[in-house]
């Protein structure tokens, strides 16, 4: 089992958490530079489930889906919050940062998956 991709993965959703939730409590100007770090931690996430998703059963394949799904969206809903300005960020903060928690959800589920001990095989009769 590749420990590499389960520590760096797990690390980078706790750090995309840690980013948003910190964007989340502050006012609109102080959450962008923490808003443009999330978005960096979440691709960073992307990438290394893309790259390592191919060596992983299909049961976590599917988690490692939906999670990409759903880091898809955060990254596209955050550069358009950044887009917006800070009119537009305080509002879009809070929906942003639940769909941050569900793609760290998301990845922690895969990596378990991934990393789960397999079920030894019947005896042949």
């Known amino acids: 089992m590749n420990n590499d991709f ?14 948003v939730a910190d964007a989340a409590t502050k006012g609109a100007e102080q959450a962008k530079p923490l808003l443009a770090d999330a978005v960096s931690k979440a691709q960073d996430l992307q990438k290394t489930l893309i790259d390592q998703a191919p060596q992983y ?4 394949q ?6 990409k ?3 898809t969206t955060f990254i ?8 917006k300005g800070a ?3 305080q509002a879009s903060l809070t929906p942003l940062a639940e769909n941050a928690r569900q793609a760290v959800h998301q ?6 998956e991934a990393t ?8 042949a009769d």
């Open 6 to 19: 389960v520590n760096k993965a797990l690390e980078s959703a706790r750090a995309l958490q840690q980013s």
């Open 57 to 60: 059963g299909e049961a976590a």
């Open 62 to 67: 599917a988690h490692l889906q939906t999670a």
């Open 69 to 71: 799904g759903h880091l």
């Open 76 to 83: 596209s809903t955050a550069q358009d919050v950044l887009a």
């Open 87 to 89: 009119a537009g960020a």
């Open 107 to 112: 990845a922690a589920k895969a990596v378990t």
């Open 116 to 123: 789960a001990p397999k079920p030894p095989a019947p005896p």
